[in-house]
């Protein structure tokens, strides 16, 4: 990998994703809409001289061909509000690989769980069928067949998937709000089941697992699992991230019922509860694959990385 370009640079996976790579000497463009953040991750991160920051709107691939001048892997983790996944996700992706194509580069593109369905195994691999049998399921699976179409002759795509995650820049999955609220010392919300152990992943240890895929040319056309270290349930991850804040504030389970309610006023709530089932019926995936191909994977034991989390996220309030 000679340079890379990441779309969605400052956003939860994306800032991750351009910190790994800048770590490890890479030439590195950060692209997104807003020349303001895109500073500010320039200035968090050191200014490093490898750096580079170009805005543009990823639903145009000339704006990212222009960006990504000279890189040969284009990481994708621009992200769509759930309540405009089914309108704007495909032709998301239609711009990137468009672009991809042109270029004829690889294509590095980070998405979740959701074009499996329900769980059929304790542990999923990438074998695993996909099943879909909500709205977002079958739009995130016809999100694969567009990005794996046999139609791109030059692009090069792999998937890498995650479950829910957590870490300092998270700001679209189910723990953001509970983190940051918690760190602020607020009575919070925990979507779904706060007993039942589901699986999450430490988002600077799946930016690492993601770039080591990502440097084999090998990795590309096919699925990849980002798996968590172990599944937690909801008590025991707010007990360490509010041991990590030395505050006790109030966190209630938020369920189906209240999740319809507010609803009435969060068009993005409004379309978690199609989700629920995710948190009734944890889906766990595992990492076999990346062990036998790529290596012995190195996590962050859910307890230092809530800690870190709720740290970084104090600091970020002072």
Do not use: C
């Not at 500073?39 to 920051?53: D, F, K, T, V, W």
């Not at 008590?235 to 966190?251: F, W, Y």
């Not at 595992?286 to 790529?294: H, P, V």
């Amino acid at each position: 990998m000679r340079k890379a370009i990441v779309l969605g640079a400052t956003g939860g996976v994306g800032y991750p994703l351009t910190e790994e790579l800048v770590k490890r000497g890479i030439e590195t463009v950060a692209f997104g809409r807003s020349t303001g953040k895109l500073e500010s991750l320039a200035r968090q991160l050191g200014n490093p001289s490898g750096l580079h920051l170009e805005t543009g709107d990823a639903f145009n691939p000339d704006h990212i061909v222009r960006a990504a001048e000279g890189a040969d892997v284009i990481f994708h983790s621009a992200n769509i509000p759930y309540n405009e996944m089914e309108s704007r996700l495909l032709p998301l992706g239609q711009a990137v690989m468009e672009a991809a194509e042109r270029m004829g580069a690889k294509v590095v593109v980070v998405d979740g769980i959701y074009p499996y369905g329900r769980k059929t195994v304790d542990k999923a691999t990438e074998d695993h069928p996909k099943r879909p049998h909500t709205r977002k399921g079958k739009t995130r699976l016809a999100y694969e067949e567009l990005l794996l179409s046999p139609r791109w002759r030059k692009a090069k795509p792999l998937i890498a998937r995650l479950p829910d995650y957590y870490g300092p820049s998270a700001q679209a999955s189910y723990l953001s709000v509970t983190m940051e609220a918690i760190a602020s010392g607020k009575p919070t919300a925990f979507i779904g089941n706060m007993t039942i152990p589901r699986e999450y992943v430490y988002l600077p240890d799946a930016a690492h697992m993601i770039v080591e895929i990502a440097m084999r040319d090998e990795s590309y056309g096919q699925n990849w699992h980002i798996p968590g270290p172990g599944v937690i349930s909801g008590h025991d991850l707010v007990r360490i991230a509010q041991q990590a804040s030395g505050k006790r504030k109030s966190v209630f389970p938020l369920g189906r019922l209240g999740l319809s309610l507010i609803g009435l006023f969060n068009p993005v709530m409004k379309e978690v509860v199609e989700m629920l089932y995710l948190t009734e019926e944890p889906f766990v995936l595992s990492g076999e694959k990346y062990e036998r191909e790529i290596g012995p994977i190195s996590w962050t034991s859910h307890e230092q990385a809530i800690a870190q989390t709720i740290r970084s996220l104090m600091d970020r309030g002072k």
